[in-house]
């Protein structure tokens, strides 16, 4: 499943389309053994329950950088960062039930405090 990130229900310009990622396994691989983002598309780790360390990543076997993004469970953006190649771990400041993976120079394109959208069901 994919899902349109958009702001005020209305889909980010440019679009950013995220492949939603609930099971632990597809949150486990990310992008491991995978190409990098494109500027238009990027992973969504979906979580039960909001947390610190239930939501923190690592880039262990990731040879690219990342921009990660993490979310609430209402959405708001309570922590972003670059992550680096092979970096151990990442953990958000605050409590997030969302993180978003994708391309790096889309970090920018983020502040935190912000509610975001997750729009439409599309096809990737």
Known sequence: MWVKLGRNRQPLDPPLSLRVCRSFVMRLRG???????TFEQGLLFWYLRPGRWNTAIH?????????????????????????????VALVPKRAAQYVIECHPQRLIDFSEGEKLDFLEEVDG
């Open 31 to 37: 992008y491991l053994f995978s190409a990098p983002p």
């Open 59 to 87: 880039m262990i076997g990731v040879p690219f950088p990342l921009a990660v993004i993490w979310l609430n469970e209402a959405q708001l953006i309570v922590d972003k960062r670059m992550a680096l190649p092979w970096q």
